[in-house]
């Protein structure tokens, strides 16, 4: 029975303690983030299965798998890691409340490619470097209130795998994100 003052007071506490909780989380686990040692072959395709619970994904959306590479030589974790990150991204950041996903596996050369596109409202090509950068959001972000972590995230986990992450992107047509972790060759040894 407080006055609507107080009561709007109160769900703007509750919003931004909810905020600096995440951004205690997601910093966390960027603190933790280490070189991962463990090598098996992988089946990507578990490997997105297992991501995708990790993600709360809206009934709204649709996630489309084109798989042109099923097993990999690869440490799962930072995988899962990048993946859970740029799905949940893709998702938090679109401009409509429907939205595809596209996850993609294949090989070029002796690399293995990862990419998630998204339908959303795209990157303009002056923040493709700085999205990747520490608490920095893009432009197109809308009235999502991320932390700035989670691309980061992304890179720090490939520079870690000695790999590479990349955006193409331009607005309003949507966002891809590449992930080429080490070539199996370089990853036994």
């Known amino acids: 029975e407080l006055p609507a003052p107080v009561?709007?007071?109160?769900?703007?506490?509750?919003e931004r303690a909810s905020h600096m909780q995440r951004l205690v989380h997601n910093l966390l686990?960027?603190?933790?983030?280490?070189?991962?040692?463990?090598?098996?072959?992988?089946?990507?395709?578990?490997?997105?299965?297992d991501t995708l619970t990790l993600v709360s994904i809206p009934a709204t959306f649709t996630i489309h798998r084109e798989l042109g590479v099923i097993t990999w030589t690869t440490p799962a974790a930072p995988l899962q890691?990048?993946?859970?990150?740029?799905?949940?991204?893709?998702?938090n950041h679109h401009d409509r409340?429907?939205?595809?996903?596209?996850?993609?596996?294949?090989?070029e050369n002796n690399t293995l490619i990862l990419e998630v596109e998204d339908d959303?409202?795209?990157?303009?090509?002056?923040?493709?470097?700085?999205?990747?950068e520490m608490f920095t959001r893009g432009s197109q972000h809308g009235s999502y209130e991320g932390t700035g972590i989670g691309l980061a995230t992304v890179r720090r986990v490939m520079e870690l795998q000695e790999g590479e992450v990349s955006v193409h992107s331009t607005p309003r047509r949507g966002a891809l994100f590449r992930l080429r972790p080490p070539?199996?060759?370089k990853a036994l040894t």
């Open 97 to 107: 409340p429907d939205g595809h996903i596209t996850l993609r596996t294949r090989q």
């Open 183 to 185: 070539s199996q060759d």
């Open 120 to 132: 959303g409202p795209g990157i303009p090509e002056r923040e493709h470097q700085r999205i990747f």
């Open 7 to 14: 009561q709007s007071n109160m769900k703007l506490m509750m």
């Open 29 to 49: 686990d960027y603190a933790r983030l280490q070189p991962a040692t463990a090598l098996s072959p992988l089946n990507l395709e578990a490997l997105l299965d």
């Open 81 to 91: 890691i990048a993946l859970r990150n740029l799905i949940q991204n893709a998702i």
